[in-house]
């Protein structure tokens, strides 16, 4: 690392105008051939796979495909036939402008039940096959834009094509760095300290949406990928940033000069980031052996952002801190403190959690027990229209359909049955289904132009993301379709968006734990492996499993359960994004590492200093208090920021990640590690001589003589 200072500092305009030429490179790249996103949700393997397989097979790709309907109230007027005359000019209008749609009205000949029992709601059926993400935006387009031409006619827009495509990135990049430049602003009180991390969280931004862009050629990627990898970038970016300039500025305080506290910083601070940096890039990673495309995409796309963020902090930082020199505190708004008085309050604090260390980290412990609660009713799934709030289009429609037709009808399954030598089967299939617990109706068979597959459409009693459909789905696969084939060779399999979607739940469910210990244990294994102790690393993983566990806790009790929904303007409660979990941990995870080296690197140099494990403690909390107080506020804006946008998914993946910030820089840093580490005492450090032995050592900090002795 001090090598690689050196060269920064000799090269240091060479280094800079090589990022802004890469930067602008893979921008213009990325735009000129980057591949396009897919919403995919699929899970190879899985029925609702093989059923959307058998219906494209068989010629029923508008069947397996998108599904979208043109919702109204019907004119009650005693001129029926004019009304009528307009739902089908409607119809019609559609036809044209989206010729690649089958448009049904529901005055139409082949229109089934598209009317209400009561006659009060009919809508427009527009089946479309499946389609790139892309391509359904600007059907989306289209649609809005007959919506805005419909004079005659008012309707609403529903179905899984807006479900998919409504959403808006928020404009929570903004946010997030106007709010991370005050934060500095405060914590550093010059322009220069607070400019620098906010260059490298923007050009770590910008070439994570490259990287997304670019990954999209030979990865599926969601659509929600750029906007998650350009938020973990601008946060992990202003994070290491910060640790950097902070021991740049405590070097210069120190009395080095600019080209010797380049090189301390970057073999100290440097280390540290180098450390989180290449942590979170092996968590993230790890969620590619779940063998989502899903989750793969995102994966990768933060993996490359925070890579790419990463080798800014340890290169282009150093040449730009070079540049810089004693100006990084020129233009100060407020007057410079010593590094004691900074510290002053967190060591007082520090001393005080100290002194009744059991009844701290006892009161810590329950207040994050007790948050994370809720995780026992956790439910895994995808959000739709009734989610969202109830001035949009798509959640109108929703309610109309659920009105009209019942909770079900927005979230059908579809039975696919190859029929052949025994087609006689149907029949009784449609009785059975049609007769099971929470089975409002199943429409007629439809058969193929060669006979061989028939589709029935069952609509639930219940919405698609009620728990009684989900059951209804288990009960129909493991009871009802079972016993009506009693061991045929026929082939009957269930599909749809939510039988997808319950699939994809049901397999995140099901290999969470495992990988929530496979992420746990490497975090044990590398604590170890750098403050050679046992205890010291345990303590961390549990303090890790707490912030984890308050963060989903917290998240269920917004997003499900629905407590403060209305004041956050978050539409209706609904379920937890299924992939998100994988990813709280895997970032969390990364984040919390970054903290956890960062504070037990300052105690263990204070340790070795003096080998008084309390005064260790204690100093080591007082001179990382204020960055790690800074670095959180500033990850709590930038996450937490993204709840200010339209996409459901990235509104609870930025709030789950701004609570687990916000826990783990107060109850986990402030009060459960300086607590659990008075109580344990000398035995932190112990490690036994044949783990010493096997584990490699890891280098995290350089030895400084700048830390303050008692």
Known sequence: MERLALACQRLRFVVVAGWIAVVAAVTVLAGAAGGDVSDDYALPGSESHHAAALLKEAGFDLEAGTQAQLVFRVDRSDDQAAFQQQVDSLAEDVSERIPEARVISPYSPEAHRQVSADGSIAFVSVQLPTMPAEDLADLQERLGQIQQDADALDFEIGGVLVEQNAQSGPPSELVGIVAAMIILLFAFGSIFAMGLPILIGVMGAACGLAVVGLGARWVEMPSFAAPVAAMIAIGVGIDYALLVVTRFRESIRGGESPDDAVITAQATAGRSVLFAGVT??????????????????????????????????????????????????????????????????????????????????????????????????????????????????????????????????????VVAARVGPAGDYIDT??????????????????????????????????????????????????????????????????????????????????????????????????????????????????????????????????????????????????????????????????????????????????????????????????????????????????????????????????????????????????????????????????????????????????????????
């Open 280 to 413: 979170v890039v092996i968590a993230s990673l790890g969620l590619v052996l779940m063998d989502l495309k899903l989750i793969t995409g995102v994966a990768l796309g933060i993996a490359g952002s925070v890579l790419v963020t990463m080798l800014a902090a340890v290169t282009l930082l150093p040449a730009m801190l070079s540049i810089v020199g004693n100006r990084i505190d020129k233009w100060s708004v407020h007057r410079r403190r010593s590094d004691r008085e900074e510290g002053k309050m967190a060591r007082a604090w520090s001393r005080q959690v100290q002194r009744h260390p059991m009844q701290w980290a006892m009161a810590a412990t329950l207040l994050l027990l007790v948050i994370t609660v809720p995780v026992l009713d956790m439910r895994l799934g995808f959000s739709d229209a009734g989610t969202k709030p109830e001035s949009d289009t798509s959640r109108e429609a929703y309610d109309l359909m659920a009105e009209g037709f019942g909770p079900g009808s927005s979230g059908p399954l």
């Open 429 to 710: 299939l449609r009785d059975a289904i049609s007769s099971t617990d929470g089975v409002h109706e199943v429409s007629p068979a439809l058969y193929s132009e060669s006979g061989d597959v028939a589709v029935l459409r069952v609509i639930p009693t219940t919405g698609p993301r009620d728990a009684e459909t989900t059951e209804l789905l288990h009960r129909l696969r493991e009871d009802t379709i079972p016993e009506i084939l009693d061991g045929s060779q026929a082939e009957v399999a269930i599909g749809s968006a939510t039988a997808a979607a319950v699939d994809f739940a049901d397999y995140t469910a099901e290999r969470l734990p495992l990988f929530l210990s496979v992420v746990l244990g490497l975090a044990m294994l590398l604590l170890m492996a750098v403050f050679r102790g046992v205890a010291v690393a345990v303590k961390a993983v549990l303090a890790n499993l707490l912030s984890i566990g308050a963060a989903f806790g917290a998240t269920v009790a917004v997003f499900q359960w629905g407590w403060g929904v209305d004041l956050l303007n978050l539409g209706a409660s609904g379920l937890i994004e299924a992939w998100v979990p994988m990813m709280l941990i895997a970032i969390v995870f990364g984040l919390s590492m970054d903290y956890e080296v960062f504070l037990l690197s300052r105690v263990k140099e204070e340790y070795n200093h003096s080998r008084n494990n309390a005064h260790a403690v204690a100093e080591g909390l007082a001179r990382t208090a204020r960055v790690i107080t800074a670095a959180a506020a500033i990850m709590i804006c930038v996450f937490g920021s993204f709840v200010l946008g339209t996409s459901r998914e990235l509104q609870l993946f930025g709030f789950g990640l701004a609570f687990a910030v916000l826990v783990d820089a107060t109850l986990v840093r402030l009060v459960l590690v300086p607590s659990l580490m008075e109580l344990l005492g000398e035995r932190n450090w112990w490690l036994p001589n044949w783990l010493d032995r096997l584990l490699p050592t890891v280098v995290i900090e350089r030895r400084t003589e700048l830390e303050v002795r008692p």
